[in-house]
């Protein structure tokens, strides 16, 4: 796409983008941290890692989707043991795309064939329950509930009982028409320990939070110029997207979706949330979705972080699409 | 012995071999018949709108009927496992895929992998995809839609099927399956193992040793020459997501063919996996100066595998410094950061 092309498009899209929650509008600096990230785990082999997360035994849990695995190491970054393989019989996985723990340390993991598998810590199927819209990201609450992003259903937000079961849905859908509505609606989800949940739709870069009865508290679109770009870019009509940072296409909704945000991360004891951007940053938030800052990557370096999470020892450690796991320090004090 | 006894018996041997000639025409057909009979049952009783899953079960004989009446002239046994791509040569979203089969078979096909590609496109469309990607997969054309409607492909015939030898679907998809997916599921069910190994780069190209030679060919195309740089930095760049890769990295290559390379020249040399137009195109676009880009004509080192295409380039790309000599004296990962 040409220059003049590429300036309309963007005329267009600043021009038609349906509006953001009023805090985005009172944008203030916020302070920039420039991070290091450092590869760790090198040993193991990874494959798109997709999200980690820190189990009860303080081991990583890393769904390696490449490898159609999850994949735990110990805090000392070895590999302790992998959890399923690829395929499509009953506790294999086929193109996993989120994972949940819960407290017990129980797995969930939702993959491509609209299956939601548990799994022990150790590894042993627990069973499966299929569901039939699309879902990139779930979350499991302190009953044994599923939360499942599937826009596609009308809502933001699926409850599923333990047994599979529809329970309940909540959060309405925001903008986008036609079969962009769904794809715009996809979120990542957080539960706290009180089982309130935050959601932060991956292709609007807004971030909610619901109480346990699935009421809206409060709303807030994460702030600064480079994320209002890149939602710029998502509600563009660019044919190239990819151009700009990730895009999934997904073979259900075949519709090419520019991602603002990758995931959310919740750390419920610092009471603070995470959100990898399509730009390389991470964005900071307290948990009242007030801004505490960007963690930037140095200039010249290129990397997107597809999941960041807090370990016990309050380490940021983060999963690359392709560097696997890495541990993320402050280049120089804030 | 007399005219009249020869005569007779040549007449009782024609009248005989008549016999025989009618009998075996009959069974011939009462088999045929027998066949496409079972074999139409079998269509019959696959006649439903889900596709096949794992775990769902094939009729054997009516498989290698319908395998036989689209052309497939195989007739080996022990049964092998089958991998069938369905396809339309306009499916060109999933030739990375269909041509891995290729790469599939070389390596199974002695162990007991067969790979076909199933096409109702008439022969010689298929035939000019053939030639064009030089694919050595057998097609069966599918002219009256028989294997389509037994394995329950969609009518698009976009599908992949891998049947284990006693017909069971070990993997079944709409479309075709990334390279690097297919071959798990292969190594699952046919090796019973799934390497996860990975080559490093780094592994490769030791300091002190000499970079070996490397064909490549201009990315605005050309002849093949033979890259055997001196007093130069050479910039390795894997394929393990070519369009991600070509993307994300642009400033990176603009700034690698702009920079000094303290006094060295500096050679970009992609993988010869990256699609060779939209490399010269977004390259071109995103302002990079090509003068010094390059497309291996062979697997780049620890950073290209073709059966096990994610496995490797752990760092994605490596900036190989050789002194006037040829001698490595320094690798180092583009990607990492520090």
């Known amino acids: 796409m040409k220059l003049p092309q590429v300036l309309i498009s963007f005329m267009l899209a600043h021009t038609f983008m349906p509006a953001t929650p009023a805090a985005a509008q009172k944008t203030q600096p916020i302070p920039e941290t420039t991070l290091r990230a450092t590869q760790v785990a090198r040993d193991i082999p990874l494959d798109q890692s997709k999200r980690v997360l820190v189990g009860p035994d303080a081991n990583y849990y890393v769904l390696d989707a490449g490898n159609n695995r999850i994949v735990v190491m110990s805090p000392d970054w070895k590999f302790v043991r992998q959890i399923s393989a690829a395929g499509q019989e009953p506790g294999a996985l086929f193109d996993p795309q989120d994972f949940a723990l819960d407290r017990q340390g129980n797995i969930f993991v939702i993959d491509g064939k609209k299956r939601l598998q548990g799994f022990t810590p150790t590894g042993k199927h627990l069973g499966t329950i299929t569901y039939r819209a699309e879902c990139l990201a779930l979350a499991v609450n302190g009953r044994g509930e599923y939360l499942l992003s599937q826009p596609e259903l009308g809502a933001l937000v699926t409850v599923y009982s333990p047994s599979g079961e529809v329970r309940r849905s909540f959060g309405q859908l925001k903008n986008g028409e036609g079969r962009y509505r769904s794809v715009a609606n996809r979120a990542h989800l957080a539960v706290t320990r009180a089982d309130e949940v935050y959601v932060s739709l991956d292709h609007q870069g807004i971030l909610q939070k619901y109480d346990a009865a699935g009421r809206l508290l409060w709303e807030t679109a994460i702030p600064g110029d480079?994320?209002?770009?890149?939602?710029?870019?998502?509600?563009?009509?660019?044919?190239?997207?990819?151009?700009?940072?990730?895009?999934?296409?997904?073979?259900?909704?075949?519709?090419?979706?520019?991602?603002?945000?990758?995931?959310?991360?919740?750390?419920?004891?610092?009471?603070?949330?995470?959100?990898?951007?399509?730009?390389?940053s991470i964005y900071v938030a307290d948990a009242d979705g007030k801004p505490i800052k960007f963690l930037k990557q140095p200039r010249g370096a290129v990397d997107f972080y597809s999941s960041v999470v807090t370990d016990k020892q309050n380490r940021l450690v983060a999963t690359s699409r392709f560097r696997g796991v890495l541990l993320i320090t402050p280049a120089r004090p804030a | 012995m007399a005219p009249r006894n020869r005569e007779t018996l040549i007449r009782r041997s024609l009248l005989l071999s008549l016999y025989v000639l009618t009998f075996a025409a009959f069974s011939l057909i009462g088999h045929n018949w027998y066949l496409n009979r079972s074999l139409a049952r079998a269509i019959v009783e696959a006649n439903s709108e889900n596709p096949l899953e794992?775990?769902?079960?094939?009729?054997?004989?009516?498989?290698?009927?319908?395998?036989?009446?689209?052309?497939?002239?195989?007739?080996?046994?022990?049964?092998?496992?089958?991998?069938?791509?369905?396809?339309?040569?306009?499916?060109?979203?999933?030739?990375?895929?269909?041509?891995?089969?290729?790469?599939?078979?070389?390596?199974?096909?002695?162990?007991?992998?067969?790979?076909?590609?199933?096409?109702?496109a008439q022969p010689p469309e298929t035939q000019d995809l053939v030639r064009r990607e030089a694919l050595s997969m057998p097609v069966l054309f599918d002219r009256d839609s028989v294997l389509r409607l037994l394995l329950r492909a969609p009518d698009h015939y976009e599908h992949t099927l891998l049947i284990a030898p006693d017909g069971k679907i070990v993997f079944s998809l709409e479309g075709a399956p990334s390279e690097d997916l297919l071959r798990q599921i292969v190594e699952k069910h046919m090796v019973g193992v799934i390497d996860y190994s990975r080559d490093h780069a780094k592994q490769h190209y030791r300091v002190g040793e000499t970079l070996p030679d490397i064909r490549v060919a201009s990315i605005a195309g050309g002849i093949v020459q033979?890259?055997?740089?001196?007093?130069?930095?050479?910039?390795?760049?894997?394929?393990?997501?070519?369009?991600?890769?070509?993307?994300?990295?642009?400033?990176?290559?603009?700034?690698?063919?702009?920079?000094?390379?303290?006094?060295?020249?500096?050679?970009?040399?992609?993988?010869?996996?990256?699609?060779?137009?939209?490399?010269?195109?977004?390259?071109?676009?995103?302002?990079?100066?090509?003068?010094?880009?390059?497309?291996?004509?062979?697997?780049?080192?620890?950073?290209?595998?073709?059966?096990?295409?994610?496995?490797?380039?752990?760092?994605?790309?490596?900036?190989?410094?050789?002194?006037?000599?040829?001698?490595?004296?320094?690798?180092?990962?583009?990607?990492?950061?520090?």
Request: charged share 25%; aromatic share 10%; glycine share 8%.
């Open chain 1, 226 to 280: 480079q994320v209002e770009r890149l939602r710029g870019i998502f509600w563009s009509d660019d044919e190239n997207k990819s151009k700009y940072g990730v895009v999934i296409t997904t073979v259900h909704s075949r519709v090419p979706a520019f991602y603002v945000a990758f995931n959310l991360f919740l750390d419920d004891t610092r009471r603070q949330l995470y959100v990898p951007l399509n730009n390389g």
């Open chain 2, 226 to 338: 033979t890259l055997a740089p001196r007093n130069a930095e050479v910039v390795l760049i894997s394929a393990r997501c070519t369009a991600c890769q070509l993307h994300a990295y642009m400033q990176r290559y603009r700034e690698l063919t702009t920079a000094s390379a303290n006094g060295k020249s500096r050679l970009l040399v992609f993988s010869g996996r990256f699609p060779q137009q939209e490399l010269l195109t977004d390259l071109t676009e995103g302002g990079v100066t090509t003068d010094n880009v390059y497309l291996a004509r062979e697997p780049l080192g620890g950073l290209d595998n073709e059966y096990r295409t994610k496995s490797g380039d752990a760092e994605l790309a490596v900036i190989v410094s050789v002194d006037g000599q040829g001698r490595i004296e320094s690798v180092r990962s583009l990607d990492e950061v520090e």
């Open chain 2, 54 to 120: 794992y775990g769902d079960r094939i009729d054997l004989n009516a498989l290698k009927r319908a395998l036989q009446q689209t052309g497939s002239r195989d007739n080996s046994n022990p049964p092998t496992f089958l991998l069938l791509y369905f396809m339309r040569p306009s499916h060109f979203q999933h030739l990375k895929s269909i041509k891995y089969g290729d790469v599939l078979l070389r390596r199974y096909g002695s162990s007991g992998l067969q790979a076909f590609l199933v096409t109702d």
